[in-house]
């Protein structure tokens, strides 16, 4: 089978091609992997985890580190991540909240600290951070089923499935023929990166370039200590800020008492582009020190993460806020694409679309779907 193009490398088969290797990804795979349904996972990064990303103390993915990425699920109102977590054993801890809260106002005035008791959302964290789902769910999956540093460039529909070219460094593209695709990546993304032949029906594009990728235009700065010494001073380690350049922080440290606060950085994509990581850094911890006190100066470490500028999550439409996606009001895949692809990203949920429990949602519905389709 030509399927229109040269054959570059022997063609691979699979019955089940799932692209991308965060939460969703994984998941599919593993639901496929249960049900005995072959399945390759392709990932375009190094590691697995998409947007979840838990790291040790010098950058480096950790599995007992601090989240760069999500941090946070809420089981009484996203049943489905807390039953993904408990079923793959990792277990959850309440976010540190006790004590007050700081609240800057504006550069003239000093901190205001407040008494925020009775506020708390019931935020829950995973025990070694968010990559322990990660790891446990890529536990799961045999051997040779996940193809890392794979990222897919094009996909041909042909009479017997889909044609996947998966670019690899320096060589010609591998390919790959599948019966079905799941996509998991989120749909801008998807609509930048990957070329579809047929191409889908223009009007299913605009509706992907629309749907904001949940949280691609943001940063986090986290700074680590030797002891999370503002809880000895009654202090939650939540504070809120209109000056900047962190709007919100969190107390951040890790079940196992490795010491940290968190915030999500205020300053916009495009203006963070202009600035150095250093400086961005350093205003940072002059604003933790005004907020905590001296010692929040001196970490033993910091880590920043600009997941605007990460090429395998954020398109130039997530350079600026872009708000939080709704559930779709149509379908994902439209045309003669219907029966081969499906979107399963979190950004595709009926539910909790953005979230991780969106992830596991959408990854959950649509595969289940098509195992029961391809058991018939
Ligand atoms: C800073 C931040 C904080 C967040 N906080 C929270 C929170 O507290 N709670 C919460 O519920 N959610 C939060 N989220 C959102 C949450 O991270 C996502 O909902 C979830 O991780 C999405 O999982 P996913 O598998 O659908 O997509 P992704 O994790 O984006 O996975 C998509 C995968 O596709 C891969 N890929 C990209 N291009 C290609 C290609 N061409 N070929 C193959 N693979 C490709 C990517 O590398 C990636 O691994 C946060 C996100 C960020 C960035």
């Given amino acids: 089978m030509t399927h229109g193009v040269a054959q570059t490398t022997a063609m691979q088969t699979t019955g089940v091609a799932v692209l991308g290797g965060g939460l969703a990804g994984l998941n599919a795979a593993r639901l496929l992997q249960q049900a005995g349904i072959p399945c390759h996972l392709f990932e375009a990064r190094d590691r697995l985890g998409g947007r979840i990303l838990t790291v040790d103390a010098t950058g480096k993915p950790s599995t007992d580190g601090f989240d760069l990425g999500p941090s946070w699920f809420w089981p009484h109102m996203q049943p489905e991540l807390a039953a993904l977590a408990s079923e793959l054993g990792v277990p959850a801890f309440a976010q540190h909240t006790a004590g007050d809260m700081v609240f800057e106002r504006s550069q003239r005035e000093p901190p205001l600290r407040t008494d925020w008791a009775g506020q708390d959302q019931g935020s829950m964290r995973l025990r070694g951070g968010m990559g322990a789902l990660v790891q446990a769910l890529a536990q799961g999956l045999p051997s040779g089923c996940v193809r890392l540093n794979a990222?897919?460039?094009?996909?041909?529909?042909?009479?017997?499935?889909?044609?996947?070219?998966?670019?690899?460094?320096?060589?010609?593209?591998?390919q790959w023929l599948a019966r079905h695709v799941i996509s998991t990546l989120p749909p801008r993304l998807m609509a930048k990166a990957i070329r579809l032949d047929p191409a889908m029906?223009?009007?299913?594009?605009?509706?992907?370039?629309n749907v904001p990728t949940w949280m691609a235009p943001h940063a986090k700065f986290v700074a680590l200590y030797d002891r999370p010494f503002w809880r000895a001073a009654g202090l939650s380690g939540m504070a809120q800020s209109l000056v900047g350049p962190l709007t919100e922080i969190h107390d951040a440290t890790t079940a196992s008492g490795h010491a940290a606060l968190f915030g999500f950085v205020g300053v916009p994509a495009r203006t963070r582009a202009t600035l150095s990581r250093d400086a961005l850094g350093r205003a940072a911890l002059d604003q933790l020190a005004r907020l905590f006190g001296s010692q929040a100066a001196t970490p033993r470490a910091t880590l920043l993460k600009d997941w605007a500028t990460d090429l395998f999550t954020a398109t130039q439409g997530d350079s600026a806020p872009s708000g939080h996606p709704t559930a779709p009001d149509a379908p994902m895949v439209t045309g003669r694409w219907a029966d081969r692809l499906s979107l399963a990203g979190s950004e595709s949920s009926h539910t909790e679309p953005g979230y991780l429990a969106g992830a596991a949602e959408a990854s959950n519905r649509v595969t289940r779907a098509l195992i029961k389709r391809l058991s018939i």
């Fill in 151 to 174: 990222p897919i460039t094009h996909l041909r529909l042909g009479q017997d499935g889909v044609v996947l070219d998966v670019a690899v460094d320096g060589r010609p593209p591998e």
């Fill in 201 to 209: 029906d223009p009007a299913t594009i605009s509706r992907w370039q």
